[in-house]
């Protein structure tokens, strides 16, 4: 039986609270016995939510844009070389059975999206606002806010039991 | 030399007056001899500004998900079969000099997200609100407002003349 | 009603004798009134079969592997830029109506093996060996084989009156 | 550091010999202790495979043209859900240090083509015949034979140690 993937996303720049934080959900991540799945790059979000996970000795699956692995992060455990840019996008989404999504940019916000529109669950760590355009997911409960890594792995181990992925 | 071509996003699904709308703009866009670019389906946005951009002689495009043409809208002139579900959007938003997003859901939303990314100048038509995240591309000039597809094809004639697309 | 759209493969490195053949495929396709789609670089079999339905007042559109423009050919009426490298070659076979296989190397091959695959007829032009693997397709009459330009379009002929793509 | 990641290519039909072979072939990739990358489907030589590394206490990493995992083996690791069709036959070969590619059909030809495309060096096993376009790869050396999974795991051995993948 596949262990639960859960998908992490988040801007290639990071602040250092916002790496902290991605380090910490890695490492909370892989202690629940869950793959981490994210975008594979050694920056931002994807590099420090590795980073933790694998401290933790968690398992790591980067899902790159790229061809090769020279970007890659040191942390993955396997890395899956798309070669089709941001079209990859819908292949970190698709692959997980729950979403946080950290603070980042545009290419976090078309996840959350994408996400959302093939009916994964969504937790926004430690982002403040929501897109107009997602209100209503936030009002049915399909997104959801978590202030700290704690907090998003909680709601993450609910959603879990609920889609039998875990 | 190319033509430009201008991408239509907007929803599958369209309340009459986006509909109206939708095609206004395409029999526009073909006015000004611009391609016109959608995602293909006989729904919506999509069916709506091919059939405004066909019925005014213009040449329309249309990215399918699908790998068949069964779900084609019949005002496209050459339908690109991609099979790759929401994989294709990003192919959208490349393929388009300019992307004008009509009111719609998460589709589109991750496309102006990746149309963004991708340096494309977006003109949101008939959407009174945008996303938090995007709102620095509105100040920085990158994500405009237009209120009428007079004047959504007005700023990409601006917007093409700087581009070098015409 | 959309044109047929017929889909021309080859090598992006081609000889003299390849790229003359190539050219006057492109042009007899657009005496057809048929689209012609290719990987639109501006190399090989791409470059001058679109160069030469370019200049007999064809239509060309040019699904390309990059995500600029930069590499495509002068002669592409419609630039789809995917930014996916080869995973857009099955895009290539599956927006193809026939398809008509030049010279070339592992792309073509590719190729032809997914237009089989998703039940699309392949015209081997100017080819003289057909892989063990594709035998038994070439018995079956879904790849045959053309000696010239002309004999290639008479048989996209034959196969396009019967799809009911013409 | 990541483990070698060897691809198992191959039919989604297969009879009992070849399913045999497969998943022979899947128990020594296991023990080899490294990660078996495939198709992820429930059937044949990708079922068989996977199987094979299971129960040899391997990895088992898929890459489903689905976007979903109704149809993925139970034996999977990790399914990484594309929803691209055979748009991702070129992230098998691309996220592989080595190819092994068993009988199969017009999908397995495509990644044997995409794979040497990609400067990766492809395995045949239980396969008799080479395409002629293939015949140049052989003669360098980046396409060889085996008969047996054994045969083809040594081969790979000696691969993965020259790529440095391991």
Do not use: F
């Amino acid at each position: 039986m596949r262990r639960p993937v859960v998908g992490v996303m988040g801007g290639s720049k990071a602040t250092v609270n916002v790496s902290n934080m991605a380090e910490r959900l890695g490492a909370l991540i892989a202690r629940h016995g869950w793959v981490l799945l994210n975008g594979g790059r050694n920056r931002g979000v994807m590099a420090a939510s590795a980073r933790g996970a694998k401290k933790a000795g968690g398992t790591v699956i980067g899902i790159l844009p790229d061809k090769t692995a020279a970007k890659a992060s040191p942390d993955l455990d396997i890395a899956v070389l798309t070669g089709m840019g941001d079209g990859r996008n819908v292949i970190n989404v698709l692959s997980s059975d729950v979403v946080i999504a950290c603070p980042g940019g545009l290419g976090t916000l078309s996840e959350i999206a994408l996400a959302l529109k093939h009916d994964k669950r969504v937790i926004l760590l430690g982002r403040d606002k929501v897109a107009p355009a997602l209100e209503r997911y936030r009002k049915r409960g399909r997104l959801t806010h978590a202030d700290t890594p704690e907090d998003a792995v909680e709601q993450a181990t609910a959603i879990l039991a609920t889609t039998g992925a875990q």
